[in-house]
């Protein structure tokens, strides 16, 4: 957008202009805000994306156990889809995907309906609210099954330390419209355990 180039010449136009460009450019967002959002996905994509992070879950340990293989009080919950076709041609081209608000990924959330985690002493874990945004991190592109993929997931931390973690979590992923797909993920993590991803 080109700026406004200022005169110190009294009663010139720009001057006479300036009041009016400020006024539109503060009315805009204020109309715009009674619009109605579009969505980039209609409902059957939503749901299929949902579906795919749902069936795609793992548990892994966190990048900091991966290597120190200490006793730990958090793990990743990761999961992946694979990207549109167009996606994939862009990171061909540039080497790298710029970040849109297109990416209907973006508007998922996740929670956790319930869990049961144990660990190696067979005390029961619970989880420690950090007061996060449910929205899903968005880790690195990977490749698994020879497609390129958006990985996406979050952290899950403990009350108390382990070495092994057992059990189960049920999380809900969720988009705007209503739409969810809930799916049991069961855990059973070592810290001695490698990144169970391909290649690495």
Do not use: C
């Not at 959002?37 to 949902?50: E, H, I, K, S």
């Not at 795919?52 to 548990?59: F, K, N, P, W, Y």
């Amino acid at each position: 957008m080109a700026g406004i180039r200022h005169s110190s010449r009294t009663g010139s136009p720009m001057k006479k202009l300036l009041p009016l460009v400020l006024s539109t450019l503060f009315a805009l967002p204020a109309s715009q805000a009674h619009a109605a959002p579009r969505q980039p996905y209609t409902p059957d994509q939503a749901r299929a994306l949902l579906a795919q992070l749902g069936a795609h879950v793992m548990v892994i340990n966190s990048d900091q156990t991966l290597i120190r293989k200490k006793p730990a009080s958090a793990f990743d919950v990761l999961t992946y889809y694979p990207l549109p076709k167009a996606k994939v041609d862009e990171y061909k081209r540039n080497g790298h995907i710029v970040n849109t608000n297109d990416d209907s990924a973006d508007a998922a959330t996740y929670r956790i309906k319930d869990y049961a985690l144990t660990n190696e002493k067979n005390e029961k874990l619970r989880l420690k609210d950090d007061g996060g945004a449910p929205s899903l991190q968005d880790f690195s592109l990977w490749t698994y099954d020879n497609a390129l993929s958006s990985q996406r997931g979050f952290y899950v931390k403990l009350d108390k330390p382990f070495e092994r973690v057992k059990g189960h979590l049920t999380v809900v992923f969720e988009m705007p419209g209503n739409i969810r797909h809930e799916t049991r993920v069961p855990v059973d993590l070592f810290i001695t355990d490698k990144d169970p991803r391909p290649g690495t």
